[in-house]
């Protein structure tokens, strides 16, 4: 059993989108989460379905929000401070430091991440790659174990298969009501998915279809 | 935000003239954009905080879609698409154009004092 598990992603809504099941799987065998996340997604574009939030006000949302979603989920939140969108222009190696400092304090035996280059977002893979050297700095006695998500649409080709595949389906409804914790969210990134299908109805049902499994690659260091 | 009010925004725009205010200017069509859609591109820009001095401010539209542009000495700054409104704070003009899905894809801000970072 593990120990403690570090997830780090950069926006709000990653973890519920990304890993929600996983967490919630860990949270039922006892194991403490805890989600360290890097932004607040300032500058989504998503502001609601109707719009109900604008630029100036989107971050105090979210944070709102990922902190609802913190409690469904039943782990600890910790907010990094960094600006969404900046990641990959800060120093890797700042950051790298910032996360290690905090993963020696909380010493966990597991950390989630993103898989870097093969995330989407840049923010993805720059935290990814940071979280990837903060542990790779550590004491190798001490180190975690890593897992990294990919989600491009290549990336079975490009890496192979992933080697932890969690079916997450019979937790799905707690994912579900993690992700709309993020009103300001959840709606557009949904629908994001189907372009040509115009407006879709049922968004759990399209949720399941690509979120009920979540794959991770074990990072080799 | 509302929908653009022509004559009220200008009149706030007027208030900024020939003072040092803050712009937020971008646009964006979102970080997956290219990843839901082979065929589209990734394109954004976004400026927060520059500290400008307009001595002309305009708003044009056709009561949907709203452009505005502003003249400096040196320089312009137009935004395009933009379609609501809204004071923020007591005196921060916020302008952004939403596509039909509510998404932001545009936006011209301005204020006397910085926004938050």
């Keep these: ?221 | 935000m509302k929908p653009i009010e022509l004559d009220k925004v200008q009149e706030k725009l007027e208030s900024f003239v020939g003072k040092d205010v803050y712009i937020h200017l971008e646009t964006t069509n979102g970080a997956y954009a290219s990843h839901v859609n082979e065929k589209a591109y990734n394109v954004g820009v976004y400026i927060r905080n520059a500290n400008v001095r307009f001595n002309q401010a305009k708003i044009v539209g056709d009561g949907r879609s709203y452009r505005a542009g502003l003249k400096m000495d040196i320089g312009w700054i137009y935004a395009e698409g933009l379609t609501d409104w809204t004071i923020h704070e007591g005196e921060k003009l916020l302008m952004a154009g939403h596509d039909r899905e509510g998404r932001l894809m545009v936006a011209l801000q301005i204020s006397e004092t910085p926004f938050n970072y």
């Design chain 1, 1 to 221: 059993m593990e120990k403690h598990v570090v997830v780090i992603y950069p926006h709000p809504d990653d973890e519920s989108f990304g890993a929600a099941g996983t967490i919630i799987q860990f949270r039922e065998q006892g194991v403490p989460v805890t989600y360290l996340c890097g932004t607040l997604g300032e500058m989504g574009r998503n502001m609601g379905n109707p719009t109900f939030a604008n630029r100036e006000t989107l971050p105090e949302i979210r944070k709102k929000e990922i902190t609802e979603a913190s409690k469904v989920l039943d782990m600890e939140l910790r907010l990094l401070g960094y600006r969404d969108k900046t990641l990959e222009y800060e120093d890797r190696n700042e950051v790298a430091n910032h996360l290690k400092e905090i993963l020696e304090e909380i010493q966990p035996s597991l950390v989630i991440t993103h898989y870097p280059e093969h995330a989407v977002h840049p923010d993805h893979n720059a935290l990814g790659a940071a979280a990837i050297e903060a542990v790779r700095l550590m004491n190798p006695e001490n180190r975690p174990t890593v897992w990294a998500q990919a989600i491009t649409n290549t990336h079975v080709e490009d890496l192979g298969k992933p080697e932890v595949i969690n079916d997450i389906r019979e937790n799905f409804d707690r994912k579900m009501d993690a992700i709309l914790c993020h009103q300001s969210q959840a709606s557009g990134v949904i629908r994001n998915w189907n372009q040509s299908d115009g407006v879709a109805d049922d968004l759990k049902e399209q949720a399941m279809e690509r979120l009920g499994v979540e794959a991770f690659y074990i990072w080799k260091y």
